[in-house]
């Protein structure tokens, strides 16, 4: 057995080694992918045990409920919440935290004492007086170790433990949409009683978390659209809980269906026609056997080690695939505070991407040679391909012209040889898409900063905690009005919280709308709102449409009266004056500026600051992942491309030695041998490469679109012709490579060896 | 027209090497119907191998009247072949994807000859044109191949075992049918066979043995194919 075995992998060894390549790859992309979601998923559900909220809430606390509780507002916050309790069925719990900034570093302090949404400890134990607990991936970016001193402020705590907190998976500061950055922002628990010395001299955020009883009928969109409820939101769309998170999770099983679909289909196509070639390669001689006596599985026992040319490859893709996972799981999901939970070898991953293809393609291959030595020792002999091939063939035979004889020979050659024909086909098909995905997943991820900062003609957007009357400070800035809104989605069930930004017309050039095709939206010109392409995408909508908006309990509805080329952000945008004419907002009030003025600093009316800068740094940080990723899925295209070319082009000249010899022997010039045996291949091979580029198209436009409606960014696809001629340069000298390699080998092999083999 | 002077052509063999040409020198004139024999082994297909620039030899010279063939590059060897030789090999080789027409076209086309009828006339296969080479017999692949070598219009004809294959009466008709081409064109014909008999339709005998020449005769006068006594 061992010998056979050793000599069929010889007789093979070009594929064998194609195929080991190309399933090492795939199994271990595969793994990657695949235990870098479990990864994810496992970390996840570890925080739906520490006592997850539902959803977060803040009652909707009257003047009159205020009076009630004799003008204590927290008092009758209490109340309220108490009463929706009891309504809506579900337990609640406020929940408190203080930002502090100091040293260019921002702290998220909060008090040791939540029963809903618990902190989970990492690594340590639980704070005592003096001490504190810091978020994991903080510490792990500024490698912090327990035991160290850690000040705010005056303060120096000792740490005591690094944590992860469920309710800030994605800790995304307040509504100004800045983006966690773990190197420099920072969640803290401290004890109770250390919480108390920071409520007197900082502001302190309140909100509310509600999980429901068992018994609850869990009426969320009513709780949606109830007056009582000032802010009502579920976790899946909370963007600090799940929300982010699970679109990054969502892009990355694209990604990995996507590479994966195409990468396991070259492998299947290897594997088979490798089998193919093999039953054919040595078919006259299992005839000879055949007749000489030996039985069917003699004769194709062998073909069962395809359990280890592909058993052996998978397994090893298999543990280079597990190794990664960590580093990639880091990658893709490194700003999200999760606990990493890597669960060791799984036996079940193991089993689906070792075990089942390895048996899959032993018990194919095997089948597939019993169905072919079924016939009669004879007719294996004698009559070596099958009919339908054959038939085809006869049938082109007597198409050939009487002017272009070499023309017809070329292809009857061609489509005699349907499995190579095939297989140099999707090689340059599959290469194709390969180069061409990564390219444009490339490509995309350059062209978002742009689109999105085209907007900014502004440094700072200074937001203040409420309207401003005296402006004399910010003559040359741009003021704004801006209002928290819910947009009702079709179905009508759904609301999603958006920005609403009702803009002044003094120094509108700050604020550079422009269209999808770059021409300059007036605002001020406009009788409608102005979206961004993301929410076009993600809500289905387009200019000249009507949406539902919620401001203050009132529903308005309100046209589209432009899309902007932006790809990012919850922003909608409408002049100051139809402002007032829509939702009847004060025409004099402002809340905030887009400025280029750097004098806010230290101002205490003001919320928050976002700058252009910090934009740039959340694009980079959301496309960073697919600048990389597109890195990666090039050199593994160019790998897995080149390999599948090599084979089956190496396939072309093999299948047509005979072919090439005999002609050469005849005397006709290596050019026309070329002509006739092998130029044919090259544009099949460059049609594939044809093909791919309207699927690739097709497919990214599909892929991104699904993953703009699944995160909080929109993934514009545009087709680009250099990318695809770069490509196409790319196809062609890997073809002619080979083709001169194989060529080249050919020549120095003699007539008879060829002839008898 | 060709002579070879001290060629020589070995083979590895595990350690060792067979020499299958020892220092051969031999002689063919224009429209020469040479007939070399022996027995099996001793180095027949090597020679006309050898002499037809299909393969090279170790050592030796190889003239065409006066060009050295063991002196040209693989692209002038190709283009030599072109111009000067036919084959029809011991195993067909026919394409297999080819049908019997396209087949005989592949050596026709080589010199642009479209009128390859009477060839085909000559030698009963206009029947099987459209068949492919799988579908016909042993006999009939052998008359195919020798079709496809003439509508070459080669200078000199190598036929290697050209009748192994035939029974007496189409071996015959075979033979018949090359000496007639021979007779209406201007081409010498190399022929390898084990057939004794058939060396009485040639001008030259070469009697090979071990890879050497061990007997180089010429008769004076020839039978027909007919007359041949076929064993
Ligand atoms: N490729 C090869 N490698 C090694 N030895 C070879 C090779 N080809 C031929 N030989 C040897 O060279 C010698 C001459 O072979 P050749 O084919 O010329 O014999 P032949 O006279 O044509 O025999 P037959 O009548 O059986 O066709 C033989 O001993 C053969 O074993
Ligand atoms: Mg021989």
Same mark, same amino acid.
């Given at each position: ?38 990864? #994810?998923?496992?970390?996840? &559900? ?23 509780? @004799? ?32 040293? %260019? ?18 690594? %340590? ?59 420099? @922002? ?34 969320? =969109? ?10 009502? #939101? ?69 073909? #069962? ?15 280079? %695939? ?91 050659? !061609? ?18 898409? @390969? ?15 742009? !689109? ?84 076009? #995408? ?14 203050? =309990? ?14 990012? &952000? ?34 205490? =009316? ?9 934009? &740039? ?141 | ?231």
């Amino acid at each position: 057995m061992g010998g056979i075995w050793l000599s069929m992998v010889k007789r093979n060894r070009l594929n064998i080694c194609g195929i080991f390549v190309i399933v090492f790859l795939t199994v271990a992309l595969g793994v990657c992918f695949t235990e870098t979601d479990q990864h #994810m998923n496992r970390g996840l &559900g570890e925080l739906q045990e520490l006592n997850l909220e539902d959803f977060s809430f803040f009652p909707n606390v009257t003047e009159e409920d205020i009076a009630d509780c @004799q003008g204590n507002y927290w008092e009758a916050a209490e109340k309220k919440a108490l009463d929706l309790g009891k309504v809506y069925d579900f337990d609640w719990e406020k929940h408190e935290y203080t930002v502090i900034q100091d040293k %260019g570093i921002m702290v998220r302090l909060f008090p040791d004492n939540r029963r809903m949404d618990r902190y989970k400890i990492v690594e %340590g134990r639980r704070q005592q007086e003096n001490e504190i607990m810091l978020d994991y991936n903080y510490a792990m970016a500024n490698r912090l170790k327990t035991g160290e001193t850690f000040s705010i402020g005056e303060e120096d705590y000792t740490i005591s433990a690094f944590i992860v907190l469920p309710d800030m998976v994605s800790p995304i500061v307040d509504d100004t949409g800045k983006m966690y950055d773990k190197t420099t @922002q920072c969640l803290a628990v401290v004890s109770e009683e250390k919480f108390k010395v920071y409520e007197d001299t900082e502001s302190i955020h309140t909100i509310y978390s509600g999980i429901f009883r068992p018994s609850s009928k869990k009426e969320t =969109n009513a709780m949606k659209r109830d007056e009582n409820f000032y802010l009502f #939101m579920e976790r899946d769309e909370n963007p600090q809980i799940f929300s982010a998170v699970n679109s990054q999770i969502n892009m990355n099983r694209i990604i990995m269906g996507f590479s994966m679909g195409i990468l396991s289909s070259i492998a299947v196509l290897l594997v088979l026609i490798t089998v193919s070639g093999q039953i054919k390669g040595e078919y006259k001689n299992l005839g000879v056997l055949k007749a000489l006596g030996y039985t069917n599985w003699e004769l194709t026992r062998k073909y #069962m080690s395809y359990f280890f040319i592909v058993g052996i490859p998978a397994l090893l893709g298999y543990f280079a %695939g597990h190794w990664l996972a960590v580093p990639f799981y880091g990658l893709v999901f490194g700003n999200f505070s999760v606990p990493l939970v890597s669960g060791g070898v799984m036996p079940g991953n193991m089993l689906l991407f070792v075990f089942v293809p390895a048996i899959f393609f032993a018990l194919a291959a095997l089948l597939w040679a019993m169905f072919k030595v079924r016939k009669p020792a004879l007719t294996m002999i004698y009559n070596e391909a099958g009919g339908a091939v054959h038939k085809l063939a006869a049938f082109r035979n007597r198409k050939v012209q009487k002017s272009g004889y070499l023309k017809g020979v070329k292809s009857i050659l !061609l489509f005699s040889k349907a499995m190579i024909f095939i297989f140099v086909l999707f090689s340059g098909f599959a290469l194709g898409v @390969q180069i061409q995905f990564a390219y444009t997943t490339y490509n995309m991820t350059s062209s978002i900063k742009e !689109l999105v900062l085209q907007e900014y003609n502004y440094e700072n957007n200074i937001r203040f905690t409420e309207v401003q009357s005296d402006w004399t400070k910010y003559q040359g800035s741009l003021k704004y009005l801006c209002e928290t809104v819910r947009l009702k989605a079709e179905s009508g069930s759904e609301y999603y919280n958006l920005n609403l930004y009702a803009v002044g017309g003094q120094n509108a050039h700050m604020l550079d709308l422009r269209s999808k095709n770059g021409t300059a939206i007036d605002l001020q010109q406009l009788d409608g709102v102005v979206i961004n392409q993301w929410m076009s #995408m993600k809500y289905g909508l387009k200019e000249g449409d009507e949406i539902t908006v919620l401001l203050d =309990n009132e529903e308005y509805l309100i046209p589209v009266a432009a899309v902007s080329q932006s790809v990012y &952000g919850t922003n909608l945008y409408v002049g100051k004056e139809t402002a007032g004419k829509l939702f009847g907002l004060d025409s004099e009030a402002y809340n905030g500026i887009f400025t280029n003025d750097n004098t806010v600093s230290g101002d205490e =009316n003001v919320l928050s600051v976002t700058t252009k800068t910090e934009m &740039g740094n959340i694009i980079g940080q959301s496309t960073d992942v697919y600048v990389i990723l597109s890195v990666l899925l090039f050199v593994c295209g160019l790998v897995v491309g080149s390999i599948t070319l090599t084979l089956s082009l190496a396939g072309v000249v093999q299948g047509n030695r005979k072919y090439i010899s005999l002609m050469k022997v005849l005397g006709y010039t290596e050019k026309e041998c070329n002509f006739t045996v092998i130029n044919g291949y090259r544009a099949v091979a460059v049609i594939g490469f044809a093909v791919s580029i309207p699927y690739t198209i097709a497919l990214c436009t599909v892929m991104f679109r699904m993953i703009s409606i699944n995160s909080n960014m929109a993934y514009p696809t545009s087709i680009n012709i250099i990318s695809i001629l770069c490509c196409l340069l790319i196809t062609v000298g890997i073809v002619e490579i080979i083709l001169w390699i194989f060529r080249k080998k050919l020549q120095k092999v003699s007539f008879r060896e060829i002839m008898e083999a | 027209m060709i002579r070879l002077k001290n060629v020589v052509k070995t083979y590895a063999d595990g350690e060792g090497r067979v020499y299958a040409l020892d220092d051969v020198s031999l002689e063919v004139e224009k429209k020469d119907f040479t007939v070399i024999l022996g027995p099996s082994g001793s180095g027949k297909s090597t020679l006309v191998n050898v002499m037809s620039g299909l393969d090279r030899c170790d050592m030796g010279r190889i003239f065409y009247d006066d060009a050295d063939i063991t002196k040209l590059k693989e692209k002038e060897l190709v283009a030599f072949r072109r111009e000067n030789v036919g084959f029809v090999f011991q195993a067909y080789y026919l394409l297999p994807d080819l049908n019997v027409e396209n087949n005989i076209r592949m050596g026709a086309n080589l010199v642009h000859n479209e009128d390859y009828d009477e060839i085909v006339e000559m030698l009963n296969i206009k029947d099987y044109l459209k068949r492919m080479p799988y579908q016909l017999s042993g006999g009939q692949q052998q008359r195919v191949s020798i079709a496809r070598a003439l509508a070459k219009k080669p200078k000199v004809l190598f036929c290697d075992e050209p009748t192994g294959a035939l029974d007496e009466t189409h071996g015959k008709q075979v033979l018949a049918l090359l000496q007639k081409y021979q007779e209406a064109n201007p081409v010498s014909i190399v022929m390898v066979t084990h057939n004794q008999g058939i060396s009485a339709m040639a001008n030259k005998v070469v009697r090979v043995n071990s890879g050497k020449i061990i007997e180089v005769s010429e008769n004076d006068s020839v039978l027909s194919a007919a007359e041949v006594r076929w064993s």
